[in-house]
């Protein structure tokens, strides 16, 4: 199974590829930006076509929490 992780320079994406060599049957690919933009849809299509994944995790986070909840 080939996963492709977004956002891999998040803790959970990083924890999820230290795991997958663990599972013979498992191959992990993580994509950030830019690269892997979760905003703009060709960044998406294309890391689907290079990785061809069978399961698409999405780890990609806004964490500046503070400024999340002044922005609106």
Same mark, same amino acid.
């Given at each position: 199974?080939?996963?492709?992780? %977004? !956002?891999?320079?998040?803790?959970?994406?990083? !924890?999820?590829?230290?795991?997958?060599? !663990?599972?013979?049957?498992?191959?992990?690919?993580?994509? !950030?930006?830019?690269?892997?933009d979760?905003?703009?849809?060709?960044?998406?299509?294309?890391?689907?076509v290079?990785?061809r994944?069978?399961?698409?995790?999405?780890?990609?986070?806004?964490?500046?929490?503070?400024? %999340?909840?002044?922005e609106?």
């Amino acid at each position: 199974m080939r996963l492709l992780i %977004a !956002g891999w320079q998040g803790q959970v994406a990083r !924890g999820l590829v230290e795991m997958a060599p !663990g599972d013979p049957d498992v191959t992990a690919c993580a994509v !950030g930006r830019p690269a892997l933009d979760i905003c703009e849809a060709k960044t998406i299509e294309r890391a689907m076509v290079n990785t061809r994944p069978d399961v698409v995790i999405n780890s990609a986070a806004y964490t500046a929490v503070d400024k %999340a909840e002044s922005e609106t």
